[in-house]
């Protein structure tokens, strides 16, 4: 009876997918005709009645949980620009495709963007290897692609505006900071990927230079949950410093943990350049409280900017959401994209990246400007202190933006760093 | 001459009818599909190649490996290699310098040649399936054990090609590629080659895993899967067979991973990781394990849907891969191919009970 | 001295940790020969119902009590996971059995399924929970030494479960039961056993252990949809380790991958202690292929 029952069901289960398969290969034909044919012309994104922009993100896999409010914001943009009229008379129509936290999906969708979809330009990536997963790919289409996060640096492509930080308006002015006040001996802390690798070489020939001294340099796997044996080093080497550039989940681990080990920020002073607001409330911000950060965007930073646009983003996600460094940096290069196709009267990507070069833009952290010369953000530096609500209260920050340096140009040390 | 005609109508049409159908179509699909679908097809090809390695392995012999992600990415980073020094022009590449290496390392050197890389892609693989092959087939790590053992495999590889960041690029992998033998990755010309090659290396594999299994050494794989004791009290040694199909899974795994990589653009440890590897069993489990043709519909379809629906819902196209996959391996254990011909053995048996029928009414 | 001491406490944290994720997995795979892949995502539902119940309380209970609520947290993600596995058991999982390799790609396919569902729920980021306040702090043994109550309090849990698991396994009926099913299918058919019920049943209880280390695991972890990945195959290597179908083998696979993880990430680094511990367990299995521990048998085709 049992066998009976299996193999009907075995016949249904059979005609359902079978039918399934040929609606999808069905549905698959349909999106080809309309992608083939205007494969002919490229930058056809000034013809039809909307600007189609391609949004490529995160949204399944690990990356997720940081990629995800990032995608918010960029929604938030784009529907701020619909809502006041449009661009060039038309509105965005924004593409959503998801990268899956897996670089060569991160290519493909790339692909898909530029040549099927043949969008003005992309908002997208995450982690610095998704954007080199992309670079390529941009530069042969010539697309244009605006990236949110800080990263490493030594990289300047003309297909990308970098939003973020450049190391020198992040990690370079904290150790210079943490040299002056909190000592000498430091003790690097990382997951096992490239931006934590070349951050801390920066330090290190930051350190040699100015008198600092390095203790340990440790990295652990992503996704790795146990740190106990990183603190009992840590409590054996005994270091001033502990500068973090731990990724996403680990640091949860590492400050609960941290804690339990009763090390609170009273006993150690830890930076970190990968813990923003929505990261502390992950992390519980009991367990993070007096601990030091360093970003050029705070959801406190003053400005009347920014009241308006974290007033803006709670009422649209939710009262109990955050807005942080990546967060804003995301909102502004909609606006940023949207002020230089005004400037230039085109979405041609030529166009727009010589009006988009030394733009100025009022943003939430402050007055920001494009450098022409290296795509990247004037940007002040904050240094804050995690508050008791997760909230940060900035503690330093330089008088006014810092011009971006990816390659650390300017500094005479590091002129070993990027050949 | 007619009878010559004949036969081979009756070879293809008869006997091979959807595996010829499925040529003739990948090779006249540059005619319907756009440059994009093209190269994502190209890619689904190459997945095509390493799924008859797996299905070599676990379909028709019944062993399982989650590691198969490794020797994908180990021929992948071979012809990485090559692509990577051919784009750097002599000059040391671009995320060694980053990682502090002044001087090229000394295995980075003879991958210059293309040949070497494409031979090593082959070759490195190989190789390393013979050693853990024999290893655990000789001291009979069976089933469940050796699926868990490629795991660990997998992981090790994957923390230490990340960890190696100045020798194998860290996490973000190999990228950045300009030419291939001196054509422009970019030009659409070189896109349609790379295209009918890995369609005409796809054909290659076919014949070659077809000529494996319809010897006599196919049997005993089969066999060896259905009951290896009695294999073994038949007078055969399995661990010598297991060896061969393993090493020889592993070697269309590496060929399959050098015509990804100039397709695709980049290689990743990720890509050798444990989900990657389940993932590639998951195509043979849906086309159909233990037919050739099973392996390549699956590679091709469940990589077609998966675009598709992640396309159409960005956000929620887990629940479709999920769920499709839950009811396919529940309830459908031979795939799409076993569907079909269940299909088949209805459709003939109500012709036979019709014809029988109109000779009673006779 | 006092580094030496606190790192071999460490190693029997982990190991402990490691133990209470992998219970519930070994006695699914040990008994009934699933290979759960989705175990991690069952250990995620866990730490899930502990948020909520958290909520629950910060909303509901008056602030004095809101530290018991960690109490309520575990018995509750003990139920609903449990009642979680029994659903996938009578829908998915009854099919599979006599199929392990089939159940290990089903499996596979309900954890892309639970993930996203978390996702959709929860959302995509982190969310926090605060772990009550008995449990912050630690015993201060002598100079800077202190050994954490958190994990004081897991292996306390652990050898809990464990002594749980082993009475209800070998001294109720309920569990003579379940071993005889396991071992015997068709006998203990013949004998009257409603083999059905107990397999829901055992799935059940497989799963409920699964979402106490979920609870657990939050004291220590991130709680994001993603959670489970990061344990799930640390937990299979604990259980081939030490070998199929005994709860002592599960101790010691969890101790020997707990002290050789922390061990050599002390004397080399964390990515190296990983691919250490690893070869270990691969060069381990050439030696004893069944692991550690096995139950006798004398079938040639198991």
Sequence with gaps: ?419 | MLEIVAKIKEYFLKRNAVISIIFVLLCLAPLFLSDFRINLLGKFVAFAILALGIDLIWGYTGILSLGHGVFFGLGAYCMAMYLKLESSAGKVPDFMSWSGLEVMPWFWKPFASAPFALTMAILIPVLLAMIIGYLTFKNRIRGVYFTILTQALSIIFVVLFIGQQAYTGGTNGITNFKTILGFSLSDPATKLSLYYIAVLLLLAAYVFCKLIIDRRIGRVLVAIRDGENRIRFSGYNPTVYKVFVYAISAGLAGLAGAVYVPQVGIISPAEMGIIPSIEMVSWVAIGGRGTLTGAIIGAVLVNSLKSVVSESFPDIWSYFIGITFIVIVIFMPSGLVGIYQQIKKVWRNSLLLKRKEAAMKH | METYVLQIFNGISVSSILMLAALGLAIIFGLMKIINMAHGELIMIGAYVTFVTQNIFMSYVDKDYFDIYFIFALLAAFVITAFVGYLLEITIIRHLYGRPLDSLLATWGVSLVLQQLARSIFGAPNVDVKSPTWLDGGILIWGDLQLPYKRLFIMLLVALCICGVYYFLYKTTTGRRIRAVMQNRTMAKSLGINTRKVDAMTFAIGSGLAGIAGCALTLLGSIGPTLGTNYIIDTFMVVVLGGVGTIIGTVAGAGIIGLGNTTFEFLTDASLGKVLVFSVVILFLQWKPQGFFTIKSRALDE
């Design chain 1, 1 to 419: 009876m049992k066998i009976r029952f299996a193999n009907k069901f075995k016949g249904i289960a059979g005609v359902v997918t079978i039918a399934l398969v040929l609606s999808l290969l069905l549905a698959g034909c349909g999106t080809e005709k309309t992608g083939g044919s205007n494969e002919a012309k490229p930058a056809a994104t000034d013809a039809g009645d909307t600007i189609k922009v391609g949004i490529l993100h995160s949204l399944s896999g690990t990356m997720a949980i940081s990629e995800v409010s990032v995608k918010d914001a960029e929604m938030m943009a784009i529907e701020e620009i619909n809502a006041s009229g449009g661009l060039l008379g038309k509105k965005i129509e924004p593409i959503i495709e998801d990268g899956a936290s897996d670089w060569p999906k991160f290519a493909e969708k790339a692909k898909k963007l530029l040549q099927n979809d043949q969008v003005a330009t992309v908002f997208g990536c995450w982690t610095s290897a998704s954007r080199k997963a992309v670079l390529p790919v941009f530069e042969a289409n010539n697309g244009l692609l605006w990236y949110p996060v800080q990263y490493e640096g030594m990289e300047a492509s003309p297909n990308i505006f970098y939003t973020g930080a450049a190391p020198n308006q992040q990690i370079v002015p904290a150790v210079e900071w943490l040299l002056e006040n909190k000592g000498k001996k430091f003790f690097l802390l990382g997951s096992d990927y490239v931006f934590p690798r070349t951050a801390n070489k920066i330090i290190k020939a930051q350190l040699k230079a100015m008198g600092g001294e390095l203790i340990a340099e440790e990295y652990t796997p992503l996704g790795h949950t146990d740190y106990s044996t990183i603190i009992n080093k840590i409590k054996a080497t005994k270091p001033d410093v502990v500068f973090n550039t731990l990724n996403g989940d680990s640091n949860v681990a590492f400050f609960k943990q941290l804690k339990d080990a009763g090390i609170t920020s009273q006993d150690l002073t830890t930076l970190s350049v990968s813990v923003a607001e929505e990261e502390i409330r992950g992390i519980g911000a009991e367990n993070m409280k007096g601990h030091l950060v360093s970003w050029n965007y705070y959801q406190t930073t003053d400005t009347p900017e920014n009241k308006e646009f974290v007033k803006k983003y709670k009422e649209k996600y939710g009262a109990d959401r955050v807005t942080d460094d990546p967060i804003e940096a995301a909102y502004i290069q909609v606006h940023l994209w949207a002020e230089a196709v005004k400037k230039a009267g085109s979405t041609d990507v030529d166009k727009v990246r010589e009006a988009a070069k030394g733009l100025e833009y009022k943003a939430p952290e402050g007055l920001v400007k494009i450098e022409g010369e290296n795509q990247h953000l004037w940007k002040p530096v904050r240094i804050g202190e995690v508050q008791e609500d997760g909230l940060i209260k900035e503690i330093w920050s330089t008088k006014e933006a810092v011009k971006p340096d990816p390659y650390l140009k300017s500094y005479a040390w590091a002129k070993d760093l990027s050949n």
